[in-house]
């Protein structure tokens, strides 16, 4: 398999999710055969403009857009079923072709109608300290997963009521009941009748997605992984526990879709020209005033999923340098440049103090990073120049935004092979001799 794979790519969100990952996945699909998804579920959100219409997409790859590419579900993503078949049927009736292109894997996991409950129970239970999640009831169905009780979508061929799928409902609600300390019973029937009910307009998609993507390299079709969410939101190597519950650093695509990793060919990191986070949780850079408001209107920095404001700061390089490590993250695609076409300075935070300490490395603690005082480097803003917005070439950018660019890449450790000046595929800057000629051209 590794002889045919060296085209295939993996793209990884580089601080909290929000990136910016559709555009860019959306931008390199026509040089790709497949689009795969390897792990979290319906809480993210995907927007991308085509034409100048707007798709949001929340658990379909982003690749679907493209009519000749077959889109992959893996295993590492948990699946809504009834949420699945919405975002097929809301795609189809706007003219884009889904069941005959998306393959999901058997082994998936089920978000059942009570994981969004005890996911609202288990926020409540937390008061201040909330994660903010997505009530997605993305949490619960991993939990269950991890506990080795949770229902695959492979189990629900078989709905018989007194089959294998009736007996795992019923085990599993009584555990439910149990866990909320049986304040609600829940009719395991119904829950079971709901589930089942999925299966017929599902069954046509559901496969073995491994060695599905195992047969297509080999007949020479490359594969373009698309990640969800962002390095700092990974159960392990994220702001923990403000996260979500998956691996979403380059690994999970490994575990998520039943690949080795030299199937993976490159890893592109998606970064914006500043940070963003939705929900709880440390976030050093951080602008709570008028900056900060103008960064969330400017952006249009709300939730695509939960129309949540998105909380903003500067440019964190420790985080992206520290994606870069965990992810070996080849080459960045830095996002939303124009956004900053208004500051008439910006800061880049090269560093923490923490603790008396200097640090350039994100804390382990969630509650040391919280104390994390930025150390910043300030440069000159474009507001007197001209604006970034809709640049396509990069000797078209201001002389202080490639200077923005340049401090941006050495403290961060990457070059940065593409960068988007605006939400249209067109308005972006392929750089000349970098990673992503491979796969598109120079310029748009
Ligand atoms: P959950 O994934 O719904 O459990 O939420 C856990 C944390 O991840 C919360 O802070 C969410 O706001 C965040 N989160 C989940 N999905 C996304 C996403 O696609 N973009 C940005 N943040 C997300």
């Known amino acids: 398999m590794a002889e045919s794979v060296s085209g295939n790519l993996a793209i990884v969100g580089a601080q909290w999710g929000d990136e910016g990952k559709g555009k860019i996945v959306d931008l390199l699909t026509p040089a790709f055969s497949i689009v795969a998804r390897s792990q979290g579920g319906h809480n993210a959100g995907h927007t991308v403009l085509v034409n100048k219409r707007e798709f949001i997409l929340h658990l379909i790859p982003s690749g679907i857009l493209h ?11 948990v699946i809504d079923p009834g949420a699945l078949l919405t975002e097929i049927d809301e795609l189809e009736r706007q003219g884009i072709s889904v069941r005959d292109r998306l ?12 994981h969004r409950e005890l996911e609202r129970l288990a926020e409540d239970g937390r008061g201040a300290q ?23 979508l492979g189990d629900l061929a078989d709905a018989a009521v007194d089959g294998p799928l009736a007996e795992l409902i019923r085990a599993n609600v009584n555990t439910r009941d149990r866990l ?25 998609m559901v496969t073995d997605v491994s060695k599905h993507l195992h047969q297509a390299s080999k007949a020479g079709r490359t594969i373009l992984f698309e990640g969800a969410q962002g390095t700092m939101l990974d159960i392990d190597h994220g702001t923990y526990p403000y996260v979500t519950s ?3 650093t380059i690994g999970g695509m490994c575990t998520g879709l039943g690949i080795g990793p030299q199937v993976i060919g490159a890893v592109l990191g998606i970064a914006k020209a500043y940070t963003t986070r939705v929900g709880a949780g440390p976030l050093p850079t951080e602008l709570v005033g008028a900056k900060g408001e103008h960064l969330r209107a400017a952006g249009g920095e709300y939730g695509a999923s939960t129309g949540r404001a998105r909380r903003c700061g500067w440019f964190d390089a420790v985080v992206v340098q520290y994606a870069a490590r965990v992810n070996g993250i080849n080459a960045l695609a830095v996002t939303k440049l124009d956004v900053l076409d208004d500051m008439d300075e910006l800061n880049i935070c090269t560093a923490y103090r923490c603790g008396g300490e200097r640090l350039t490395d994100p804390p382990v603690r969630h509650d040391q990073f919280a104390e994390c ?12 120049s001209k604006p970034t917005a809709g640049v396509r070439r990069e000797e078209d950018l201001p002389a202080e935004a ?42 748009s």
């Not at 909330?130 to 695959?152: A, M, Q």
């Not at 930025?374 to 507001?383: D, R």
Request: charged share 25%.
């Open 246 to 248: 998956s691996n979403a």
């Open 103 to 114: 393959l999901v894997s058997e082994k998936a996991h089920v978000i059942l109608p009570y």
């Open 402 to 443: 490639r200077r923005y660019l340049e401090r941006l890449e050495a403290v961060s450790g990457v070059p940065a092979a593409i960068v988007s000046t605006g939400s249209d595929r067109a308005d972006t800057i392929v750089r000349d001799g970098s990673l992503a000629t491979r796969w598109i051209g120079s310029g």
């Open 180 to 204: 909320i300390g049986g304040r609600a019973s829940t009719d395991w029937r119904a829950v079971h009748g709901e589930i089942s009910g999925f299966w017929e307009r599902l069954k046509p």
């Open 373 to 384: 005082v930025p150390e910043y480097e300030t440069l000159p803003g474009w507001s007197r």
């Open 67 to 77: 009519p000749d590419v077959t889109c992959v579900i893996g295993n590492g993503v």
């Open 130 to 152: 909330r994660i903010g999640t997505t009530s997605r009831g993305i949490g619960p169905s991993y939990e269950d997963k991890v506990g080795r009780r949770g229902v695959r």
